[in-house]
Structures are given as C-alpha cells and as structure tokens.
C-alpha cells in the first residue's frame, strides 16, 4: 500500500487575547484549510461563550445572576468547566478558584500602584467556590456581588478541543498553540518529535528550555505577561484567593500532561502553593519545570533531565 504524501500546512490567528497557530500535516492544502478552520472557529466560539470582556457572552449572563443573587441552569459544556473548577478547588485546598477573578477590582496593573487592602479585603468577601452551590445543572449564588471567571481553564480546555476536532477529522500530525498553550495531535510526518521552547520569566525573548514531544501538551503560569513593579517589588496577576495577593515564590511554571487544561491549572495551582509548590509538583509525577523569585530552577524539565524525556513523551 503506497503511503500517503503529506505537506506541512500553518495557520496564524488571533484568539483569547493572544497570538495563536495551527501546524500540522494533511495531503492537501483543501484539507488543511478545512480542518484548522473549523478547529478556529470552535475556538472562537469558546472565546464569545466565555469571555468577560463580552457583555453578550454566556459568562455574563452568569455574572449578570451571580450580581443579584439567584440561580442558572448551565448547558453540558459549561457544566463541564464548572466541575473540573471544583475539582481543582477541592484538590489545591481552595487556592485554584474561579471566583477570584473579581479581586482583578483592586489589581490595577496597568496603574503601577498597589491597592488598598481595605479594597482587597471587600473584595475576598466575595472570592469562594465554597460560597456558591453547584447541583449540576444548576449553578446558584446565595451571596449577591459575586462572579465567576474561566479564565484559568477555557483556554486549555479550547486547545484540548481544537485537537480533538482535528484528529477526528483525520489529522495525526500537528500541534495546536494558543499563546503558549500547546496540545501535540501528533509527531511530525516523519515520525520526528515537535521541538517546544519554553522561554525565560524574565527576558521572553530567550527560550530558557527546548523540549521534544511527540504526544500530550504543555502550559504555562507566570508573571510574565502581567506584572507591576513597586519598590523594587515584582507583584504578578496570578492572586492567591486566600489572601487576596500576588503568588510571590515562583515567577513561572511550566507542566506537561497527557491533556492541556491539566498542564494549566497544575502549573496555576504550583504557583499558588509558594514555598510547598516545587514539592507538590514532584508529587504530580508529571515532567515540570520552575523558576523561583530567586531566579532558581528545578523540577524534570531542566537542562540535564530533560534528554530523559525523549524516550518517554
């Protein structure tokens, strides 16, 4: 049987606030074209169910009940989401909580002044999963002045689907990446792993770690992108629940499993667990990698480990 010639195709689009390709392999540029456009539009889709910048999306139909007080019945993918957000609620000991995207109020960073604490602390009157009541489909907010956000899951879960949709399609060689969110569909052509850069906190310029995977996906939590410096302070946009403050051990962390979403909130959640993070990400068993304030590094991902990986991934 004559194997199938296959050429490499790449799609650039902009989506969830951040630059976004498709790469992959097909037999022709119709077939290419077809498949990254319909993996596009689903995640474009996913973007005007869920963002908060919209006033029309489903999430501010949410918000629009969370401001009162009152209950929704959600549809099957949104309850989706919700319970995977519980269950990382319950398994990061309420650190991961996507309620906590109201404290965003208080977090100005484009001003470069921190916020009153008096403000922070009316704000954490209203951050807690654990407040709401969730008997799928139902979705009720007893508190009114709270809000939720899926701003710590809807992208990963959008890369997730975007392969899905492409391997059922029957692509087997590609990767999806939306700003860094990265879900392998497959190896290259050839047979040849993806090579993956990851880059440095502090100068996004330089590529800290290249690694190679032929399966599975990768993301990414860090400072990076949002941050503000006072005093010599580096405060970044990734707020603790708890406290209502910036995650001050670690600068960035990068985590690769089997599904995206998993690698995000796994990264979010070692973040968020400061100085016991490095540890709890050992206990994941999953290949990681961190930066702490310190500009130390560690975790299976470094330079000297990650040769490991190859045959493995």
């Not at 689907?161 to 190896?187: Q, S, Y």
Request: hydrophobic letters at 40%.
């Amino acid at each position: 049987m004559k194997a199938k010639c296959l050429s490499y195709y790449r799609y650039a689009f902009k989506a969830m606030g951040s630059p976004c390709d498709i790469q992959l392999y097909a037999e022709t540029h119709g077939k290419a074209k077809q498949v990254a456009d319909a993996a596009i539009a689903d995640v474009h889709r996913l973007e005007a169910l869920y963002s908060r910048y919209r006033s029309d999306s489903f999430l501010s139909a949410i918000n629009r009940v969370a401001a009162t007080g009152g209950r929704i019945t959600v549809d099957t993918e949104t309850a989706g989401l919700l319970s995977y957000a519980a269950t990382c609620h319950d398994q990061s000991d309420g650190l991961f909580d996507i309620t906590s995207g109201i404290l965003r109020r208080a977090w100005r960073f484009d001003l470069g002044k921190l916020p009153d604490q008096a403000q922070v602390q009316e704000l954490l009157d209203k951050v807690g999963w654990h407040k709401l009541r969730w008997t799928p489909p139902v979705l009720e907010f007893p508190n009114p002045g709270m809000e939720i956000d899926f701003g710590g899951v809807v992208k990963e879960y959008a890369v997730d689907r975007a392969a899905t949709l492409c391997r059922e399609a029957g692509i087997h060689h590609g990767v999806i990446n939306l700003g860094g969110d990265i879900k392998i569909i497959g190896p290259r052509a050839d047979g040849s792993p993806w090579r993956i850069g990851i880059r440095d906190p502090r100068c996004k310029e330089v590529v800290m770690q290249t690694i190679l995977l032929k399966d599975g996906a990768l993301a990414s939590s860090g400072d990076y992108e949002r941050c503000m410096i006072v005093d010599g302070v580096r405060y970044g946009h990734v707020l603790n629940p708890k406290t209502g403050w910036p995650a001050r051990r670690l600068v960035a962390v990068s985590v690769v499993a089997d599904f995206c979403v998993v690698a995000g909130s796994a990264s979010t959640i070692a973040m968020l667990k400061e100085d016991s993070g490095p540890a709890w990400l050992e206990s994941l068993r999953l290949p990681h990698l961190w930066v702490d304030v310190q500009n130390e590094t560690g975790g299976t991902l470094l330079p000297n480990k990650a040769e490991q990986l190859r045959n493995i991934l």
